[in-house]
């Protein structure tokens, strides 16, 4: 079965970067869209950005675009969220999916496998 663990979430300040990666095992990414969502406290998931199969096309949320790059190492199976200048509404929880189509704009449910999620908390 195909598994997703993240790692790599904590507490920064403003302007400060992150690196959260997931880790996927029981397939190979490649047989993936992979995707960054975020949850906040009593708000919706969201989405974050996509990457596409090939690691050839990406796309991201408006609200991160310019301060967040999706990429992904193929030898490692591995997916990362690099966030630079971050800003305080960038505090959720951050999940990694998979899917089997991409979007530019993806919802939650077009996603079939969800990691259990890392913590970011940015302080002001």
């Known amino acids: 079965q195909v598994q997703l663990v993240e790692s790599g979430g904590g507490v920064v300040q403003a302007g400060g970067s992150l690196r959260p990666s997931c880790v996927v095992s029981?397939?190979?990414?490649?047989?993936?869209?992979m995707g960054w969502f975020r949850q906040a406290p009593g708000k919706e998931r969201e989405f974050v950005a996509t990457i596409d199969w090939r690691g050839m096309t990406t796309a991201y949320a408006d609200a991160v675009k310019g301060r967040f790059t999706i990429f992904k190492n193929e030898r490692k199976n591995t997916v990362y969220l690099q966030m630079d200048g971050l800003k305080p509404e960038d505090t959720a929880v951050y999940y990694c999916?998979?899917?089997?189509?991409?979007?530019?704009?993806?919802?939650?449910?077009?996603?079939?496998?969800w990691g259990q999620g890392t913590q970011v908390t940015v302080s002001s």
């Open positions: 029981g397939t190979t990414i490649r047989d993936y869209v």
């Open positions: 999916a998979a899917g089997n189509y991409y979007y530019t704009h993806p919802t939650p449910n077009q996603f079939t496998n």
